[in-house]
């Protein structure tokens, strides 16, 4: 079974620009979760989709938007980038049941996204 | 504010010996208990679930979960050099939302 991916793996942008990422989770799984990870903050949970529906989304500002298709891939934004927008943002997949020991995140390998 | 806390470390053993990894959590709610594994420069890789008060076992790994201390662990046994990562303990307690403790820096040396 193919595992969660991310496009584009690495991703280089200016101050004020935006950036689109993409998220294709594992077949049959319909939740995707969008999490960034800085040094300085660790891993923060940006905002989750289920059934093309935000159900749940975390405190960050309205720059960071997020969408899902009908086929459960998921995109998020990020617009007038700024320098502290910097991270690896990785998304994770699960069926999208109540977390249990058979419905676990699964996470993609994440998008480098510098800031300049 | 629901936040989980653990030792940025490192935490330094050698070889074989118990490594042992600490995580408190402030939300009351939270019911299930990850712990993933995340090697420099890779995506979080999960080790262990936890939702019971006790120990769960798997192989050389043990989460502990004391729920009225707020408090999990992981144990890892006969530790390794390969072992050598960030342990980022992760809970929940609603739909795929995890909420992240910083992570704690394993050193393994041979």
């Known amino acids: 079974k193919a595992g969660v991916t991310q496009t584009p793996r690495y991703l280089i942008k200016t101050r004020g620009q935006q950036v689109t990422l993409s998220c294709s989770p594992i077949?049959?799984?319909?939740?995707v979760s969008w999490y960034q990870q800085t040094p300085g903050q660790g891993l923060q949970f940006l905002f989750e989709y289920f059934s093309e529906t935000q159900r749940n989304k975390g405190n960050f500002p309205g720059r960071f938007s997020g969408r899902q298709f009908s086929n459960s891939r998921s995109e998020m934004n990020v617009s007038t980038l700024e320098l502290g927008d910097s991270a690896l943002y990785l998304c994770?997949?699960?069926?999208?049941?109540?977390?249990?020991?058979?419905?676990?995140?699964?996470f993609g390998p994440g998008t480098r996204l510098t800031v300049l | 504010q629901k936040e989980v806390e653990q030792n940025s470390g490192p935490l330094s053993v050698p070889e074989g010996a118990i490594a042992s990894l600490n995580c408190t959590y402030s939300?009351?709610?939270?019911?299930?208990f990850f712990w993933y594994r995340q090697y420099s420069g890779k995506s979080p890789e999960l080790i262990m679930f936890i939702y019971s008060n006790g120990d769960k076992e798997d192989g050389r790994f043990t989460a502990q979960l004391n729920k009225a201390s707020q408090y999990v662990s992981l144990l890892i046994r006969d530790s390794q050099p390969s072992d050598s990562a960030t342990y980022l303990c992760?809970?929940?307690?609603?739909?795929?939302?995890?909420?992240f403790g910083k992570g704690t820096m394993l050193l393994v040396s041979p």
């Open positions: 077949s049959g799984h319909r939740s």
């Open positions: 994770a997949s699960s069926s999208g049941l109540r977390p249990t020991s058979t419905d676990t995140q699964y």
């Open positions: 939300d009351r709610g939270s019911q299930s």
């Open positions: 992760a809970g929940t307690s609603g739909y795929s939302t995890l909420t």
